[in-house]
T-cell receptor, first 112, second 110 residues
Framework: TAGITQAPTSQILAAGRSMTLRCTQDMRHNAMYWYRQDLGLGLRLIHYSNTAGTTGKGEVPDGYSVSRANTDDFPLTLASAVPSQTSVYFC???????????FGQGTRLTVV | TQLLEQSPQFLSIQEGENLTVYCNSSSVFSSLQWYRQEPGEGPVLLVTVVTGGEVKKLKRLTFQFGDARKDSSLHITAAQPGDTGLYLCAGPLTGNQFYFGTGTSLTVIP
């Protein structure tokens, strides 16, 4: 089934450790995004990428980094996790502006 | 503070009642979208509005884009338990940044 795959689905991480959340899409969408969702409410943009080789900062980029080596993959790395990064992380992609955003199933991350 | 503020944050109503959810920003958007999210899932698109003043209807749901393209509303007529979920507005800004609103959690009680 075409779409976006995130891994892992959940993770418990010790504070200070690093971790990479994986995101892969097979729709050949140019734009990809990482969001975090706290308390089951709004999504906040962490980083985005308009096309392979380019990335940009969103609303809450501190403590996170991304790369976009090719069209399909957009990993999110936490270099040194802190408890405030406990959240549900969603990866999304869009073909162009004004088109639908498609989401992965999310990664539930708990930093202890 | 997020770019797109939604109100109310939580809404609990009886089946059959009407409701309106608001999405406001100080920024001008070329378009706004509304999504609905179920627990444990990613958001799913309901509608896209692109013209200031535009009104779109989707069965019992009516979406409006403000004339100045800074705000939008979602009106549900005769709410049903199946309408329960998290409603999110979203829109693009310069550089293809795509922002979501603060969310409105709706519970419709049978």
């Amino acid at each position: 089934t075409a779409g976006i795959t995130q891994a892992p689905t959940s993770q418990i991480l010790a504070a200070g450790r690093s971790m990479t959340l994986r995101c892969t899409q097979d729709m050949r969408h140019n734009a990809m995004y990482w969001y975090r969702q706290d308390l089951g409410l709004g999504l906040r943009l962490i980083h985005y990428s308009n096309t392979a080789g380019t990335t940009g900062k969103g609303e809450v980029p501190d403590g996170y980094s991304v790369s976009r080596a090719n069209t399909d993959d957009f990993p999110l790395t936490l270099a040194s996790a802190v408890p405030s990064q406990t959240s549900v992380y969603f990866c999304a992609s869009r073909r162009t502006e004004n088109t639908e955003a498609f989401f992965g199933q999310g990664t539930r991350l708990t930093v202890v | 503070t997020q770019l797109l503020e939604q109100s109310p944050q939580f809404l609990s109503i009886q089946e059959g009642e009407n409701l309106t959810v608001y999405c406001n920003s100080s920024s001008v958007f070329s378009s706004l979208q509304w999504y609905r999210q179920e627990p444990g899932e990613g958001p799913v698109l309901l509608v896209t509005v692109v013209t200031g003043g535009e009104v779109k209807k989707l069965k019992r749901l009516t979406f409006q884009f403000g004339d100045a393209r800074k705000d939008s509303s979602l009106h549900i007529t005769a709410a049903q338990p199946g309408d329960t979920g998290l409603y999110l507005c979203a829109g693009p800004l310069t550089g293809n940044q795509f922002y979501f609103g603060t969310g409105t959690s709706l519970t419709v009680i049978p």
